[in-house]
């Protein structure tokens, strides 16, 4: 079982910023690929940003600019996110994907709620 330490999320005025971290037990590189996803109140969860084991990162085209995914020689992940709009309120989960006998499992930290006043 993974287990992670989120933390960075709260409230913070349009324009502003906040940067999230996630630690899991075992590095990116122990991973396929680790990043965030966010989940609007009925909806289901959605990709935010990733980076691989090899430091490729993807974006949603709804942050690309805004939002940089980040590693600590693989320690820790970060998600920098800037210029939040109301729209980017939801709970930001952390996400590792792990290659295991023959397709991936996807692992979830607990959320962390981010809100973005107007």
């Known amino acids: 079982q993974v287990q992670f330490v989120e933390s960075g999320g709260g409230l913070v005025q349009a324009g502003g910023s906040l940067r999230l971290s996630c630690a899991a037990s075992?590095?990116?590189?122990?991973?396929?690929?680790m990043g965030w996803y966010r989940q609007f109140p009925g909806k289901q969860r959605e990709l935010v940003a990733t980076i691989t084991s090899t430091l490729d990162t993807l974006y949603a085209d709804s942050v690309k600019g805004r939002f940089t995914v980040s590693t600590d020689n693989g320690k820790s992940v970060y998600l920098q996110m800037n210029s939040l709009k109301p729209e980017d309120t939801a709970v930001y989960y952390c996400?590792?994907?792990?290659?295991?006998?023959?397709?991936?499992?996807?692992?979830w930290g607990q959320g962390t709620q981010v809100t973005v006043s107007s």
């Open positions: 075992g590095s990116l590189f122990s991973f396929s690929a």
């Open positions: 996400n590792a994907k792990q290659w295991r006998s023959g397709r991936y499992y996807d692992h």
